[in-house]
C-alpha cells in the first residue's frame, strides 16, 4: 500500500515540476555525454596503445618464410638464431631491462584484441604476424643502440620502434581527454546545482503535504523518498540518453567509418561504450543521491 | 497522559519568556481548555507538547515519553499518537473530502482496505457522510474544520491537540465544532483546546487552565472563561 503511495507521489511531484525535471535530465544528458567523451578517448588512447605500448620500447620481429622483408630472404628464423638474438640481449644488460618473448599465438590473441573494432580482425591468421622479442630498456631514450644492434641481423626480420608511430596520435587525444573532462566536471557542477535548486523548489511548492505528512507522524523516509526517487529518475534518463549519443558517436564515428577507413590502426567501437556506460550510470546514481539526500537534510527538516 | 514540570520555553531573540514555571498534568480521557490573550502561551504549550518545540527548562512528558530526550528520528511516533487541528484547516486543496482523511493513513501505510472502512466511519462521524467527493473550497468553514478533525481522529490517537479550532468559525458553527470534540473525548480521547472564545468555555463547563504572560493564572474544574467570582 506504502508503495503505491509513494509511487504515486513521485508521479504527481514529476508532472508538477516537469519543466524542472526536463533540465535535470539535459544537463545530466550533457554532462555524461562530455565524461563518457573523455573516458572514451582515454580507451582510445589504451586502444592504440595495445598491450605492450607501455611495458616496452622495441620491438625485434623474426623472419618467417611469408616475410616480405628482404633481410629475411623467404626463410624462417632458425632456433639457433633465435637463440643468438636471446644471448646477445643478454649481453646488453642493464641497458635492456627485461625481454620478452612471443609467440605467434600470442601474437594473434593480442592482434584480436586490441583490433577487435577492426574489419581486419577476421582476416588475420596465427602466423601473419612473426613472433618476437620485446625489449624494455632502462633508459627509453637509447632505443637506438637495439635499433642499429639487431636491424638486419640474421634471422631478424625488422625492429620496431613503437614511440615513434604512436606518439603524433597522443597529443591530441590527451588535449581531447583534458577538454573532455574539463567541460564535464563544468556541467557535472551545473547538474548538481540543478538536482538541488530542484528539490529546493519541489519542497517549498509541497510544504502543505509535507507540513501534513510530518505532522500526522510520517517517518523520514516516506517524506523524502519521493523527492529523491524523482531526481534520481530524472538522472537516470539523463545519463541514458547520453550513452545513446555515446553508442551514435561510436557506432557511426568509429565502426561505420573510422574501424573502416585506416586499417593500420586500432580503434575503440560500441562495446566501449557499453564497457564505459555501467560507471557512468553508477556516477549519476552516486550524484543524484548524494544531492538529494544533502540538500533534503537542510531544506526539509522533519 | 500529558504533564509539563517546571517548563519555561524562551524563542531565541526575544527576552521574554512564552512559558515559565508551567506545571500543567491532563490526564488520560480528560477535556481540558487552554485560555488566555493572545502571546499569553497557548500555542506554545501545544507546541510543546507536539514536539515542534522543545522546552528551554523543565521536562514534558506525553503519552509515556520524555519529549527532551526523545531521539529526533522518534519524533514522527510520537506524532502518530497526537491528532492536531488548526485555526486555518490546514487541507489540502487538491483533495477531495475522501482523500484529505484517506492521506493521514496512507501516509503511515494503512492498508488499502483498512482505509476504505476507516475513513467512510469517521466521515459519518463528523457529519460529513456523502460529501466524500467535495473538495475543500466547495465546503463551508464548519465542514472543513469537520474535515480537519476527521483526519485528525481518523488513526484513533491518545490525544487530540486544538489550536483555536473555532478561530474562523461563526458562533452556532463553533458550538458544533466543540460539542464533536465532546463526543470525540467521550470515546477516551484525551482533548487539549486552546481558544479565546468565551462562549464556548462558559457552555461546556470543561476544565480551564487560564495563562498570562506565559505562566498558568488558574486550573480549575468546571470553570469559566473570565475569572470565578
Known sequence: MRLQFILSEIGIGL?????????????TMVSMYLLGLGLLAQRQADTFKGYWYDRVQVTIFMCTKDSGEPACDKKAVTQEQKESIRVQLEQMKPLVKNVFYESEQQAFDRFQKQFRNSPLAGNVRVGDIPQNFRVQLSDPTKYEVIVSSFEGAPGVGAVQDQKKVL?????????????????????????????????????????????????????????????????????????????ALLWATANYGFNRYLNKLILDQAFIGVSDVWAIAPWMAGGVVALAIGTSWVTLWRYLRV | MIRFENVTKVYPRSSRPALSGVNLEVGRGEFVFVVGQSGSGKSTLLRLALREEQATQGSV???????????????????????????????????????????????????????????????????LGGKEKRLPHELSGGEQQRVAIARAFVNKPAILLADEPTGNLDPVTSLDIVRLLDRINRTGTTIVMATHDHDIVNQLRKRVVELKDGEIIRDENQGVYGASS
Not at chain 1, 508532472?15 to 544537463?27: E, K, Y
Not at chain 1, 557535472?188 to 510544504?207: G, K, N, Y
Open chain 1, 15 to 27: 508532472r508538477r515540476n516537469l519543466s524542472m525535471a526536463i533540465s535535470v535530465v539535459l544537463v
Open chain 1, 167 to 243: 606518439d603524433k596520435f597522443f597529443t591530441g587525444i590527451n588535449y581531447i581527454t583534458i577538454f573532455s573532462f574539463v567541460l564535464a566536471a563544468l556541467m557535472v557542477l551545473c547538474a548538481v546545482l540543478l538536482m538541488a535548486t530542484t528539490i529546493r523548489q519541489a519542497a517549498f511548492s509541497r510544504r502543505r503535504e509535507t507540513g501534513i505528512m510530518k505532522l500526522v507522524g510520517a517517518s523520514n523516509f516516506t517524506i523524502r523518498f519521493p523527492f529523491m526517487m524523482e531526481t534520481l529518475l530524472a538522472a537516470l534518463l539523463g545519463a541514458g540518453a547520453a550513452t
Open chain 2, 61 to 127: 512528558l506525553v503519552a509515556g515519553h520524555e519529549l527532551g530526550r526523545l531521539p529526533h528520528r522518534k519524533v514522527p511516533r510520537l506524532r502518530r499518537e497526537i491528532g492536531t487541528v488548526f485555526q486555518d484547516f490546514r487541507l489540502l486543496p487538491n483533495k477531495n473530502v475522501y482523500q484529505n482523511v484517506a492521506f493521514a493513513l496512507q501516509v503511515l501505510g494503512r492498508p488499502g482496505h483498512v482505509i476504505r472502512q476507516v475513513v467512510p466511519e469517521t466521515l459519518e462521524m463528523v457529519g
